[in-house]
């Protein structure tokens, strides 16, 4: 088996060197990188790591805690925060919790073991407080998508507000009035921000919002076809739908075809991430961005200046979305077509 002394060897350069180089903490020329990632590949050297991990008191691992590996959303966010942290070296292991207050204590319980240098935390629901007292004990750790109250730690958010101040303009700007709001968990950061911003449009443009057309519960299909449904069914039908998640949209479709009805042309709907379906759906979804793999690499980063004893990142760093225009929206109906 191939040494560190025998890459030293190979490449005509230092043992130290190539240990540096290894643990990226020397900036080389270009040129010497290349001799020695030669030498390696060459020689098949693969590094002991766990010497390495004990002479560095280091895991050169983080955990990464998400509600739902199987949501398109949280799997994107995923992807990234892997791909950037083994771009510095580190392992990513990832909890999936079910949004379970148990599931999520026992993957933080990982750091606080040492198994983990550091953690990125993901959540879906809203915390009673005991999440928030349980992180305040550690550091080293980032939130990414959701803040927790309380919690006092640094967070990776995109613009909420903004984003669904673009989608109700939009909505407004193709002449509808009737727009009614279909989003998730009352009181977690994301909705409270997507609902103001809808909120501030419509009273911009001097538009009442009906009782009972603000519909708040859960970021899936199955809600967002439950909320649709009393939407439709209610005595007075909006002509537009401010769904405040793609997953939420996916919902609204189901009720709306259910019904034998069609978007555009008797509801229009507006989305909110840009996954991956949201293009492939019929028709086409208009929707809000999420810059998702900025915001994985950047919880990244701000952990690993946590670790590494560098430039504190910012209490809360803040993306911004976009609106990005499909053929889910068209002017509403004159009011006596049917």
């Known amino acids: 088996m191939a040494t560190?002394?025998?890459?030293?060897a190979e490449a005509g350069v230092s043992p130290t060197a190539v240990s540096r180089h290894l643990n990226k903490t020397i900036a080389l020329p270009q040129?010497?990188?290349d001799r020695i990632d030669a030498a390696i590949a060459k020689l098949g050297y693969r590094p002991n790591v766990l010497a390495r991990r004990l002479s560095r008191g280091k895991a050169e691992a983080i955990s990464l805690v998400t509600p739902d590996i199987a949501n398109p959303f949280f799997a994107e966010l995923a992807a990234a925060v892997e791909r950037e942290a083994h771009d510095h070296g580190y392992a990513v292991y990832i909890s999936s919790t079910g949004s379970g207050a148990g599931n999520e204590a026992e993957a933080i319980s990982?750091?606080?073991?040492?198994h983990v240098d550091g953690?990125?935390?993901m959540t879906n629901r809203v915390d009673d407080g005991r999440l928030a007292r349980l992180l305040a004990t550690l550091d080293n750790v980032v939130l990414l998508d959701e803040d927790i109250a309380g919690a006092g730690l640094p967070g990776v958010f995109v613009e909420n507000a903004a984003g669904t101040y673009l989608a109700a303009q939009h909505l407004i700007a193709a002449g509808h009035r009737e727009i009614a709001l279909i989003g998730g968990p009352e009181r977690l950061m994301s909705v409270n921000e997507r609902l103001a911003g809808?909120?501030?449009?419509?009273?911009e443009a001097g538009l009442a919002i009906p009782g009972g057309w603000t519909l708040l519960g859960d970021y899936t299909s199955a809600f967002g076809l439950a909320a649709a449904s009393q939407l439709l069914d209610g005595p007075r039908r909006p002509?537009?739908?401010l769904a405040c998640s793609d997953y939420i949209a996916v919902g609204v479709i189901k009720a709306v075809r259910s019904r034998g009805l069609v978007i555009p042309r008797d509801l229009s709907l507006v989305g909110f991430d840009d996954m991956a379906f949201a293009e492939l759906v019929d028709p086409p979804l208009t929707t809000v961005r999420q810059p998702v793999a900025e915001m994985g690499r950047l919880a990244?980063?701000?952990l690993?200046?946590?670790l590494e004893d560098g430039p504190q990142p910012p209490s809360e760093t803040r993306l911004a979305v976009e609106l990005v225009p499909r053929q889910s929206v068209a002017p509403p109906l004159p009011k006596d077509v049917s």
Not at 4 to 8: E, F, G, R, T
């Open 119 to 121: 953690l990125i935390m």
């Open 4 to 8: 560190l002394n025998d890459v030293a």
């Open 239 to 241: 002509t537009a739908i």
């Open 304 to 306: 690993l200046a946590l």
């Open 300 to 302: 990244v980063r701000h």
């Open 198 to 203: 809808f909120r501030r449009a419509m009273a």
């Open 31 to 33: 040129a010497t990188r």
């Open 110 to 114: 990982r750091m606080a073991d040492g």
